[in-house]
């Protein structure tokens, strides 16, 4: 069984524990893992994890994310300025950066609603950025469905729905729009009832599995930080829940994985 982990977060620059950590996914068959971003110190330590597995054969590969989150988004600081503050995040060829994809970008009202304007404004311009360099975005929402449909219906772009949590209906719209849906350990949680119903309506073809690490380890592992390796647990869930094996649907993530991401 070969794992991709498409969305994981390195919080720490620490090459010892980064190492240790896919050190780790690997033993548990993760082969790949999408290291994303979203601030200055989340995009330094997924290149820095990029950087280490290109340097041990023994490691998973780590491809990269790099953006500007909503958090990044307040009224005292301007789009302008959080944009530059990595202008060359997305300016080149993924094979010059070493950047697959933007962010994690995207909206979030249920911890900041205050910031909106802001937050929708950062997020339209890296759409916009995303499109001319055609690289694809990882987007979060929560909270915040219409807008996130408004400004995907009018600034066409594709990618991934990181960590899905919203209804069935809204994961149908997201479909039509062409985006891969990414299910998270929140699948296995007791009261997570939305999340595997909106589990069933994702077609073969555009099923991610991700940890979202260090965050929502999936049962049995709650309680625990949470890391690649454990991108297992959710496989076999989601294996079960959708009727097959946890091996096909291993490879079947897998290889969207790299569709999206344009990995040969």
């Known amino acids: 069984m070969r794992l991709f982990d498409s969305h ?20 548990a068959g993760v082969e790949a893992v999408l290291a994303v971003g979203g601030s200055p110190a989340l995009n330094a330590s997924a290149r820095l994890a990029a950087r280490l597995s290109a340097d041990s054969p023994s490691l998973p590969r780590v491809f990269v994310a790099c ?4 958090d990044q988004a307040t009224p005292s600081r301007p789009v302008g300025a959080v944009l530059q503050t990595e202008p060359a995040t997305a300016a080149a060829p993924a094979a ?22 802001e937050q929708l404004a950062l ?21 915040a469905d219409d807008d996130t449909l408004s400004s995907l219906r009018e600034i066409p772009s ?22 891969f849906i990414s299910i998270s350990g929140i699948v296995t949680f007791r009261a997570a009832d939305n999340v595997r119903a909106s589990a069933l309506v994702v077609p073969d073809d555009r099923l991610l599995i991700e940890t979202d690490s260090p965050f929502l380890a999936p049962v049995p592992m709650r309680g625990k ?17 959708r009727g097959t094996t946890p091996e096909a649907l291993a490879e079947t993530t897998f290889r969207n994985a ?5 990995i040969s």
């Open 225 to 241: 930080a949470n890391e690649p390796a454990f991108v297992a647990h959710t496989a076999r869930f989601l294996a079960e829940l």
């Open 67 to 70: 953006g500007h989150d909503r």
């Open 158 to 179: 594709r990618g991934i729905i990181h960590c899905f949590t919203g209804s069935p209906e809204f994961c149908r719209a997201l479909l039509d729009l062409g985006f």
């Open 123 to 143: 997020f339209r311009a890296q759409l916009e950025q995303s499109a001319k360099v055609d690289r694809p975005v990882i987007i979060h929402t929560r909270e």
């Open 8 to 27: 994981c977060h390195f919080e720490r620059a620490d090459a010892a524990e980064i190492t240790a950590t896919l050190a780790r996914a690997r033993e």
């Open 258 to 262: 790299c569709s999206i991401l344009s």
């Open 96 to 117: 010059t950066t070493g950047i697959s994809a933007i962010g994690e970008i995207g909206l979030d009202y249920h911890y900041s609603p205050e910031s909106r304007n």
